[in-house]
C-alpha cells in the first residue's frame, strides 16, 4: 500500500486512483464508520441527557483508535515503513501546525468539548479564543497567529482526543511547516507529508456523516474552535443537535 502521490486530498472518490487493496481499506473505514456512528447515534437519541455527550465522546474515540491502529499497521507492514516512519518530522514541542485552521466533524467537536469540560482552564480558553477566531479565513487564521487554546506547554492538551484532522498531518520537511507558520500565503508549494492517514480520516469523516445525514442530524464540517465554544456554550446543544436541530454553525471552516 503506497503513499497516495496523486490524489487530491479533499476529493474522496474511491472510484479512481487507488489500488485495489487501497480502495477496500478506505471502503472498510467507511462503512464501518457509518454503521457503528448509526448504531450509537440512534441509542444516544433516547438517552438520558447526562449520558449523549459520553456516548459520542466514546465514538469519537473509537473512531480515532481505527484510525490510528491502521496507519500503525501500515507503518508496521508495509515494506516501505520503515522509511516513511523515518521521515516523519513532528514532534513534541513543534506546534506550527497548531496554529492553522482545524476542520472538524460535529461528534469530534462535541467529543473535544466533553474531555475539556472538567477544566476550567482549558474551557475559559476556548471560550475566550472564539470570538478571535471567527469568520476569519485559513490564511487570516495564520496571519493572525493564534494558536489553538488546545495548546499547553507546546503540546497538545487533548492529545488522546484530538481530532482527525490533527493526527493525520503528518510533515515530511519542518523547514516546511515552519515556513508556512513564518510567512502565510494563499499560494504555496504543499508541504511534503505522508498522505495515507489523511485519506484514512477522510473515510472516517465520510462514514461519521453519512450515518449523521441518515439521521436527519446536521452534519456539516465546522471549525474547531467554534464547534466547542457552541457545545460548551449551552448544556442543551448536544441533546438539541441529537433532536435534529441545527445548533452548530453552517459556514465552512
Ligand atoms: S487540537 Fe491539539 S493538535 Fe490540534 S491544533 Fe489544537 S493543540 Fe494542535
Redesign the pocket.
Given at each position: 500500500m503506497g503513499e497516495a502521490k496523486r490524489r487530491k486530498p479533499g476529493g474522496f472518490d474511491l472510484t479512481t486512483g487507488f489500488s485495489e487493496a487501497e480502495r477496500a481499506q478506505l471502503s472498510q473505514m467507511r462503512t464501518g464508520a457509518y454503521r457503528h456512528a448509526r448504531t450509537v447515534l440512534e441509542r444516544a437519541r433516547t438517552a438520558p441527557a447526562a449520558i449523549q455527550q459520553h456516548e459520542i465522546a466514546a465514538l469519537h474515540l473509537e473512531g480515532v483508535r481505527a484510525l490510528d491502529a491502521s496507519t500503525e499497521e501500515l507503518l508496521r507492514s508495509a515494506p516501505a515503513g520503515a522509511a516513511i516512519t523515518a521521515k516523519i518530522a513532528c514532534r513534541k514541542g513543534c506546534?506550527f501546525?497548531?496554529?492553522?485552521q482545524?476542520e472538524v466533524g460535529i461528534v469530534e467537536a462535541i467529543a473535544?468539548a466533553h474531555a475539556i469540560a472538567g477544566n476550567p482552564d482549558l474551557s475559559a480558553g476556548v471560550r475566550a479564543a472564539a470570538p478571535k477566531v471567527q469568520g476569519l479565513s485559513a490564511l487570516a487564521r495564520m496571519q493572525a497567529r493564534i494558536?489553538?487554546?488546545?495548546?499547553?506547554d507546546g503540546?497538545?492538551?487533548?492529545?488522546a482526543d484530538?481530532?482527525r484532522?490533527?493526527?493525520a498531518l503528518t510533515s515530511y520537511d519542518v523547514s516546511a511547516c515552519e515556513d508556512e507558520f513564518e510567512r502565510p500565503a494563499a499560494e504555496r508549494a504543499r508541504r511534503p507529508t505522508f498522505t495515507w492517514p489523511r485519506y484514512l480520516a477522510t473515510a472516517l469523516t465520510s462514514g461519521v456523516a453519512m450515518a449523521c445525514s441518515e439521521l436527519k442530524l446536521q452534519s456539516n464540517t465546522l471549525e474547531?474552535i467554534a464547534g466547542i465554544d457552541t457545545v460548551l456554550a449551552d448544556q442543551t446543544t448536544v441533546a438539541r443537535w441529537l433532536a435534529g436541530e441545527t445548533v452548530f454553525p453552517v459556514s465552512p471552516a
Amino acid at each position: 500500500m503506497g503513499e497516495a502521490k496523486r490524489r487530491k486530498p479533499g476529493g474522496f472518490d474511491l472510484t479512481t486512483g487507488f489500488s485495489e487493496a487501497e480502495r477496500a481499506q478506505l471502503s472498510q473505514m467507511r462503512t464501518g464508520a457509518y454503521r457503528h456512528a448509526r448504531t450509537v447515534l440512534e441509542r444516544a437519541r433516547t438517552a438520558p441527557a447526562a449520558i449523549q455527550q459520553h456516548e459520542i465522546a466514546a465514538l469519537h474515540l473509537e473512531g480515532v483508535r481505527a484510525l490510528d491502529a491502521s496507519t500503525e499497521e501500515l507503518l508496521r507492514s508495509a515494506p516501505a515503513g520503515a522509511a516513511i516512519t523515518a521521515k516523519i518530522a513532528c514532534r513534541k514541542g513543534c506546534t506550527f501546525c497548531c496554529h492553522s485552521q482545524v476542520e472538524v466533524g460535529i461528534v469530534e467537536a462535541i467529543a473535544i468539548a466533553h474531555a475539556i469540560a472538567g477544566n476550567p482552564d482549558l474551557s475559559a480558553g476556548v471560550r475566550a479564543a472564539a470570538p478571535k477566531v471567527q469568520g476569519l479565513s485559513a490564511l487570516a487564521r495564520m496571519q493572525a497567529r493564534i494558536p489553538c487554546p488546545l495548546l499547553r506547554d507546546g503540546a497538545c492538551s487533548v492529545y488522546a482526543d484530538r481530532p482527525r484532522s490533527c493526527r493525520a498531518l503528518t510533515s515530511y520537511d519542518v523547514s516546511a511547516c515552519e515556513d508556512e507558520f513564518e510567512r502565510p500565503a494563499a499560494e504555496r508549494a504543499r508541504r511534503p507529508t505522508f498522505t495515507w492517514p489523511r485519506y484514512l480520516a477522510t473515510a472516517l469523516t465520510s462514514g461519521v456523516a453519512m450515518a449523521c445525514s441518515e439521521l436527519k442530524l446536521q452534519s456539516n464540517t465546522l471549525e474547531l474552535i467554534a464547534g466547542i465554544d457552541t457545545v460548551l456554550a449551552d448544556q442543551t446543544t448536544v441533546a438539541r443537535w441529537l433532536a435534529g436541530e441545527t445548533v452548530f454553525p453552517v459556514s465552512p471552516a
